[in-house]
């Protein structure tokens, strides 16, 4: 009775206000899953190499290493935000922001279950280009206006990268929408409906690798962190920065890497459908039910390749990460979306009875 009684009310709220609760809810659930990834990168870095990782700042006690976020973004509140006498005191302050807005406001169009998209969009595809590309502003802006060499070096070297590989990103998500016919993500979900065979992971392996290897290079992660290169150019573009305004850099980055993660699963890995579906055991039970929970492990998986990656490659110099962006990369997805086209003319693979 309850229950039906809390349906109601919350079906009867108009649509923004149904739109803002949701929106609060991502949002904190994503600021404690960005605090805890960096938690899990330094376990799993540290697996990796045969130590223990943090495991001092307890929880009530329990769970070594669980407080080691919480005691991180305290010390961070603690220490001044300094501005540099020369820099531009708005953009510096403003940067930041830049950085961080996108990687939120991105998840409004992101369809979290068969039921829950936030912003229903048509064009979702295309807000989503116009907001992953609008996060390298904030790394020129910081940059720039820190009025330093150190700084300005690292934030050239980051765009030129940054654009580099988001002209090989869009390619991919070109592949993408040729396979499902749609610009608006849910519809991208349900055409990859029929179990793991069907998702577009399959007839777009390239365009997959592409776009993750692109993806990571977007967020500045190992082993493309060059514009961080602190054995080079200090600490890159926000070498000036302290306190709670590199905070807001370091939350971008990890909110960047989930939704990189998010957006792998959507366009290739069936986003919230099943690994059971379309199977005749398992495929009408429980299990092959579409929810968020699948969509939550293909993201914790994806997470786990990104910090592999890391603990994997040393970093490459700045001239090999541009020649494959744009002599490796690019060039793949344009001949990868070629013969799309002529599997489409044919009606292979996704296009298979069309």
Not at 31 to 53: D, F, H, N, P, S
Not at 210 to 217: D, E, H, R, T
Not at 324 to 349: D, F, N, Q, R
Request: net charge positive.
């Amino acid at each position: 009775m309850v229950l039906h009684t809390l349906q109601s009310d919350w079906a009867a709220l108009p649509g923004f206000a149904r739109s803002t609760v949701w929106i609060i809810i991502v949002t904190i659930v994503l600021i404690l899953c960005v605090a805890y990834l960096t938690l899990w990168e330094r376990k799993v870095i540290g697996w990796m190499q045969l130590r223990r990782g943090p495991n001092r700042v307890r929880i009530f006690g329990l769970l070594p290493g669980a407080g080691q976020p919480f005691a991180d973004v305290f010390k961070l509140l603690l220490k001044e935000v300094i501005v540099p006498s020369s820099a531009n005191k708005v953009l510096f302050r403003l940067a930041p922001a830049i950085a961080l807005v996108p990687a939120f406001a991105t998840w409004a169009v992101i369809p979290l279950s068969p039921r829950l998209t936030i912003a229903h969009i048509d064009a979702g595809l295309l807000y989503v280009l116009s907001l992953t590309s609008a996060g390298v502003y904030g790394v020129i802006l910081a940059g720039w206006a820190a009025n330093s060499k150190y700084a300005f070096l690292g934030a050239m070297r980051s765009a030129a990268q940054i654009v580099a590989y988001e002209i090989a990103m869009g390619f991919a998500l070109v592949g993408v929408l040729m396979a499902a016919g749609s610009l608006d993500l849910d519809t991208i979900v349900a055409k990859q409906a029929g179990g793991p065979l069907a998702w577009n992971w399959l007839w777009l392996a390239p365009l997959l690798v592409v776009y993750f290897i692109s993806g990571i290079a977007e967020t500045n992660r190992a082993p493309f962190d060059v514009a961080e290169g602190e054995s080079e150019i200090v600490a890159g573009f926000h070498v000036e920065y302290s306190g709670m305004a590199f905070a807001l850099f370091f939350l971008a980055e990890y909110a960047n890497m989930i939704l990189i993660a998010a957006l792998t699963a959507v366009f290739f890995f069936g986003g919230w459908l099943s690994p059971f579906d379309g199977y005749a055991v398992l495929g009408a039970t429980v299990l092959g039910r579409p929810s968020f929970l699948w969509f939550a492990l293909k993201i914790f998986i994806l997470l786990f390749l990104y910090l592999w990656l890391r603990a994997t490659f040393p970093r490459y110099r700045y001239d090999q990460i541009m020649r494959l962006g744009w002599k490796t990369l690019i060039p793949v997805t344009l001949v990868w979306i070629a013969v799309e086209g002529v599997m489409s003319y044919y009606h292979i693979g996704p296009w298979h009875g069309a």
